[in-house]
């Protein structure tokens, strides 16, 4: 029954014997002004329970309103998955007892989402994959509960909790995948990859922040194994919250081989939530789940059904972005990047930095290769997304634009670098304040060049009688003296000059 | 001095209008006979002496200072307790609510304070609106004026018996199967359920929220219009309430003309069960109708049979969800559960509802958590909503061949404490007559017929319109109070007995 005391099973290993299927559940917290049932604001960071008002703290009266702003954002992630837009549709009750539900039921969709049957394509090393969706439908989000007092913040073992109603009413869009199949050895990329692929599609439609450290994005991953050669599905567990793309990855690994391991010993798997702990990339079992899970959903009394025109779905149709694949066609034609370099960029989730910094005046590899190196670093070190570096596109061309410039050369761009990080100022004012720009001043360098000459007569000799590649042992004592700010070039013509 | 309690609504604005009487006056007039009858009655749950002066000294100060006032400002008004008040208890007849003062006003009362009528307080109900007699409420049944022995009909038997007992001239009741026409029906008093959606729903602490509406409980047809007029009308904050402007309903109260109006008999409502008394007044009604000139057909209308039970599922249901709030985590009681030193949020969920819920609050939830069970939501709930389908559609037939139906608002008249109690069927068939018109959505009203033979207490004729048609029904019943008044030479309330007064 435990699935602690079966011999591990090697993800390869597992792979042999068995075939996984998934299903992905995304929630996508809306970025809308209001709340999706009352007009309380969605700022995340508030102070505890400052954003609430009769409505989402479900006081006894109080009904809710649809927020139309959030219905018109469901319909562009649905039409951006290649789902039917349904012509009417009604929200429905979960009913459920939870201290962060301040209804103790959720107004969410149940058999009438709002987009249903699409689907989206996805890229793992050069082969594509169809995704087919399921669902996309609206809800409400929940409160949040802080346990205290125990050792994990889990509810077990803490002395009482905490609820903040801030972010209870927040807008949710649920995207529900069908089974994943026959993704086989590349399940977690896959995986990773819709994940990454919905982050950005939703990104595109600026319908959402899909920040997943702030929970605006949250995934909850299905997992079954079945002998290969079965077509009938094993039972799934759901991992829940897995809130970052690596963890995705991991935790599609990591149940693979725990569902094997269960499976070889002779064992059933239990269909249960899993927690997912990201320290140390395991899952634990959470609530055991059945299928007969009671919610006595029932259409929402209080609310009138949402009946989008045809005109109004066709409109926002009209103004959806290009799809993620065509936008990133055209980068990499603009860009001249390759389809290796085109993928680091993906892959590290810079790729609307990256645009935006080139539309900022940077050429395309520089502003690739900043991103990719201090900014990727920087994030890596804070441990932020790339997002969150607190540096602008703009301020990123304006340093390459000082070194095209020669005003800095490339050791000094990673000072100003540095500085702008720090929260120094603009790229300019860190020059400024570190006295950071070259000095290409005569006047200023001949007096290094002639000290440089003084102190290495023997270089100096060899350069005299012709070998102008020793000058680099020069350049470096001018440059040592100069802490790097020296002009280059302008001090190997020096040297040449007082030499040749 | 005229007795101020004994004037209707639209002569205290009127005596307003003409500064013969100052809003201080009549409001203080109505407190006191609040404390000399209220402990006999039993009407209020909470009354707002000072709150209920300071408006009314407002609307003095207004009125003399040349500022235009809305026509009732002055005239004071009770509230049922099912409907928010900032700042004033709101229990909805629970124990589970006992302490709760409302951050916020439901959209009526905020009506109502906008005006400047003067809030006496909150009058009693059965818990949550469940019940037809108010001997569910948590805190004590309302006593009938007409026999202090008797009930005063439910869920808002306290509003009306607060107007049939001269304690206000003007209450708002709220209406999910009966609850404002069938008190009306029993005091003698008249009730109007509007449209579903005519009056916004905002701050009513729901029952069943697809069936519940608010609506005047008043002592004439006019004073009924004239507060329909006032707290009707769209609401943004309730999605469920309809965009346009409220019914003529005065305009056609003052026109009172039947005559080659179209009226159709309910052969469903009024046969087997209804008490004679009950029937004989109808039968003169519709006799005076057809005397006015009005023509009398009988109309039927088969799934209403089916009503009351397909009523007994929805409402259940719907309630099971609403109710689910009351949990103790934000508001309301809390109790502890016995011998839990630590106890978790569930056990203390657990056991406020267990403490704070009446018998009849959890049969219904336990009812409706089991309607909506799946494997028996499609048997139940879909069943009962297929139900309501059928019974609108009998509505739509029937608005086909006349203006206005009639039938008996009640099968029977104010039966005696504790009578029903123990038999909820029983106590569910009160509203048999009431129950078709929230299920359809289309409004009802029911005004005073006369007194049954029997037993000498108040019988009401109910009145049903399409939707919306609002001023079908004021215009009727306008006519049957006009007529019926000269036949008896003065109101029907004027035949009640003197309640006693205490100091």
Not at chain 1, 265 to 275: K, L, P
Not at chain 2, 239 to 266: H, L, N
Request: glycine share 10%.
């Amino acid at each position: 029954m435990t699935t602690t005391s079966a011999d591990p099973v090697t993800f390869e290993d597992a792979l042999e014997r068995y075939d996984p299927v998934m299903g992905m559940e995304v929630h996508v917290e809306l970025n809308t002004a209001s709340k999706m049932f009352c007009g309380c604001s969605t700022v995340f960071g508030a102070d505890p329970n400052t954003q609430v008002c009769p409505v989402c703290l479900g006081l006894p009266g109080a009904l809710p309103v649809v927020n139309a702003r959030a219905i018109e954002s469901a319909i562009k992630i649905g039409l951006a998955l290649n789902c039917s837009i349904a012509p009417w549709c009604r929200f429905a009750r979960k009913n459920y007892f939870y201290p962060d539900m301040p209804k103790n039921f959720q107004t969410s969709q149940y058999d009438e989402p709002i987009a249903y049957s699409g689907w989206t394509e996805i890229e793992v090393d050069g082969v594509s994959y169809r995704i087919e969706i399921e669902r996309a439908h609206m809800e409400e989000d929940t409160g949040k509960s802080l346990h205290v007092g125990g050792a994990t913040g889990r509810i077990h073992g803490a002395s009482h909790s905490l609820v903040d109603y801030n972010r209870a009413g927040i807008p949710l869009i649920e995207i529900v995948t069908k089974p994943i199949e026959g993704t086989g050895a590349k399940s977690p990329e896959v995986a990773r990859a819709y994940v990454a692929h919905l982050r950005e599609l939703v990104l595109g439609l600026g319908v959402s922040d899909v920040r997943m450290e702030q929970g605006s994005m949250r995934c909850d991953v299905n997992l079954s194994l079945r002998p290969i050669g079965v077509t009938t599905l094993g039972t799934r567990s759901e991992t829940k919250n897995v809130n970052s793309l690596r963890s995705v990855e991991r935790a599609v690994r990591h149940e693979i081989g725990r569902h094997a391991a269960v499976l070889d010993g002779g064992n059933r798997i239990v269909q249960e939530t899993r927690h997912w702990h990201e320290d140390t990339g395991v899952t634990t079992a959470g609530r055991e789940k059945s299928d007969a899970e009671d919610y006595r959903y029932f259409p929402e009394p209080d609310l009138v059904p949402v009946a989008p025109s045809r005109e109004w779905v066709e409109a926002l149709r009209a103004q959806l972005p290009e799809p993620p694949s065509l936008h990133r066609a055209r980068l990499q034609a603009d860009w001249a990047f390759s389809d290796l370099e085109m993928r680091d960029v993906a892959g590290a989730g810079a790729m609307n930095l990256v645009a935006e910094t080139v539309a900022a005046g940077a050429a395309p590899q520089a502003a690739k290769k900043w991103w990719l190196s201090e900014l990727a670093r920087y994030a890596n070190e804070h441990d932020i997304a790339i997002d969150d570096v607190p540096m602008s596109p703009e301020q990123v061309a304006q340093v390459q634009g000082l070194l095209d410039a020669g005003r800095i050369n490339d050791k000094l761009a990673r000072q100003v670098f540095d500085g702008v990080l720090a929260g120094e100022g603009t790229p300019e004012e860190v020059v400024a304040r570190r006295g950071l720009e070259v000095v290409s001043d005569d006047s200023a360098l001949g007096d290094a060049v002639d000290r440089a000459i003084e102190a290495n007569p023997d270089v100096a000799a060899k350069i005299a009688a012709g070998k102008h590649a020793a000058a680099g042992a020069l350049i470096g004592a001018v440059m040592k003296e100069m802490r790097g700010r020296a002009d280059a070039g302008r001090v190997r013509e020096l040297i040449l000059a007082r030499l040749g | 001095m005229t007795d101020l309690t004994r004037l209707t609504a639209a002569a205290l604005a009127d005596a307003f209008a003409a500064r013969e009487v100052s809003a201080v006056e009549a409001t203080q007039a109505h407190l006191d006979r609040i404390a000399a009858v209220d402990s006999d009655v039993h009407a209020f749950l909470h009354v707002d002496v000072d709150g209920a002066l300071a408006t009314a000294r407002a609307v003095d100060d207004a009125r003399a200072g040349g500022t235009a006032v809305h026509p009732l400002a002055g005239v004071p008004i009770a509230v049922k307790d099912l409907l928010a008040t900032n700042g004033l208890p709101t229990t909805c007849g629970s124990k589970i609510l006992q302490g709760w003062i409302p951050p916020y006003d439901a959209t009526v009362v905020a009506r109502l304070k906008v005006a400047g009528l003067p809030i006496l307080g909150k009058t009693n109900m059965d818990e949550f609106a469940m019940g037809s007699s108010t001997e569910h409420s948590a805190y004590g049944p309302t006593r009938n004026p007409w026999d202090l022995g008797r009930i005063p009909g439910g869920s808002g038997g306290g509003s009306a018996a607060a107007v049939a007992a001269y304690e206000t001239p003007l209450a708002v009741g709220t209406d999910t199967g009966g609850s404002i026409r069938q008190p009306g029906a029993v005091t003698g008093t008249v009730g109007v359920k509007p449209t579903y959606g005519g009056v916004s729903r905002y701050g009513l602490v729901a029952l069943a929220s697809s069936l519940d509406q608010a609506g005047p409980v008043t002592r004439t047809v006019l004073d009924a219009a004239l507060l329909h007029q006032l707290i009707g009308g769209h609401d943004p904050l309730d999605s469920t309430s309809i965009d346009s402007p409220v019914p003529a309903v005065v305009e056609a109260t003052r026109r009172a003309d039947v005559s080659g109006m179209r009226i159709g008999v309910i052969a469903e409502l009024g046969g087997e069960g209804y008490q004679p008394g009950v029937r004989a007044r109808f039968d003169d009604v519709v006799a005076l109708l057809s005397k006015a000139g009005a023509d009398v057909v009988e109309v039927s209308c088969p799934s209403f049979d089916y009503a009351l039970a397909a009523y007994y599922l929805i409402l259940p249901s719907e309630a099971s969800s609403n109710l689910a709030k009351f949990d103790a985590m934000r508001y309301g009681l809390r109790v502890a559960p016995d011998g839990v030193e630590v106890p978790s949020a569930e056990e203390v969920m657990s056991a406020s509802r267990a403490a704070g819920f009446g018998d009849e609050v959890k049969r219904r939830i336990i009812l409706g958590t089991y309607a909506l069970s799946s494997g028996y939501y499609d048997a139940y709930y879909g069943s009962a909503q297929k139900v309501r389908t059928l019974i609108a559609r009998d509505f739509d037939a029937a608005f086909e061949e006349v203006d206005v139906l009639v039938s008996p608002t009640a099968p029977t008249t104010a039966f005696r404490f504790g009578d029903k109690l123990d038999d909820p069927l029983a106590m569910y068939l009160n509203d048999i007559a009431t129950i078709p018109a929230n299920l359809a959505g289309v409004p009802g009203l029911s005004v005073p017929s006369g007194l049954a033979d029997e037993d000498g207490l108040p019988v009401g004729v109910q009145l049903l319109a399409p939707a919306l048609a609002e001023d079908r029904l004021y215009n009727v019943a306008a006519a049957i109070e006009a007529m019926l008044a000269e036949q008896w030479g003065g109101p029907l309330l004027a035949q009640a007995p003197e309640l006693e007064v205490r100091t």
